[in-house]
Structures are given as structure tokens and as C-alpha cells.
Nanobody, 125 residues
Framework: QVQVVESGGGTVQAGGSLRLSCAAP????????MGWFRQGPGKEREFVAA????????VYADSVKGRFTCSRDNAKNTVYLKMNSLKPEDTAVYYC??????????????????WGQGTQVTVSS
């Protein structure tokens, strides 16, 4: 079992940037595929991005492709989501999730085993 903790959320104007972090203090994440999801008000949780165990493969939702960058530093047990050109529709609670020994890069919340508590991102117009 692994506990992950998100940080870096906040309020930003449209067009601005934020960087989210997801850490697992004292625990290696190198065996976990790591994903980012978000859930806006009144919406279902949706896939944002995911990165393979060594960071060699990363996939994105079409809605964030070209604006968001997902990366990881296994030496620091941390995963990042850099968000540029933010839009009001990016407003949501952002969650980090871990999939232990994955067989593929999943885009469904059901594919992931462990979740953080979420961090709020609000983009004002």
C-alpha cells in the first residue's frame, strides 16, 4: 500500500500556469504507474495524464494535450503535472493515483489502486 499526497493547487487567472506535485514520503514509486485525474463540480472524475514507471511513456487526455506536462522523479518519489495556458474549464479537484504493477496505461479510475486526497485548482476568467 502506498499513500500519495498532492500539493500545488490554487487559484490562477486564465492563461496562467500551475505545477502540481504528488509525493509518497518514504516510499518508492518506481513500481507504480502514476496518473492524474480531475473532477469538476457536478462532473465525473476524468483522466488527465499518466506516466509509466520509468517515465518513458506518458499519455494525455485530448483536452490537455499540448498544455499539460506529466513527469516524474523517482529519486524524489514525486510525480508532477505542469499546467500551462489554463482555462476556466480546467477548474477541478485534481487527484494523483497509483497503479501497482500495471499491465497497461489505464484511463479509468478503476485501473488505479491508490489515491491522494486531491488538490483544488481554480481558474478564473
Amino acid at each position: 500500500q502506498v499513500q500519495v499526497v498532492e500539493s500545488g493547487g490554487g487559484t490562477v487567472q486564465a492563461g496562467g500556469s500551475l505545477r502540481l506535485s504528488c509525493a509518497a514520503p518514504g516510499r518508492s514509486l518506481s513500481s507504480y504507474l502514476m496518473g492524474w485525474f480531475r473532477q469538476g463540480p457536478g462532473k465525473e472524475r476524468e483522466f488527465v495524464a499518466a506516466t509509466s514507471q520509468n517515465g518513458g511513456v506518458t499519455v494525455y487526455a485530448d483536452s490537455v494535450k499540448g498544455r499539460f506536462t506529466c513527469s516524474r522523479d523517482n529519486a524524489k518519489n514525486t510525480v508532477y503535472l505542469k499546467m500551462n495556458s489554463l482555462k476556466p474549464e480546467d477548474t477541478a479537484v485534481y487527484y494523483c493515483a497509483a497503479d501497482y504493477l500495471p499491465v497497461r496505461i489505464g484511463k479509468s479510475p478503476r485501473d488505479y489502486d491508490y489515491w491522494g486526497q486531491g488538490t483544488q485548482v481554480t481558474v478564473s476568467s
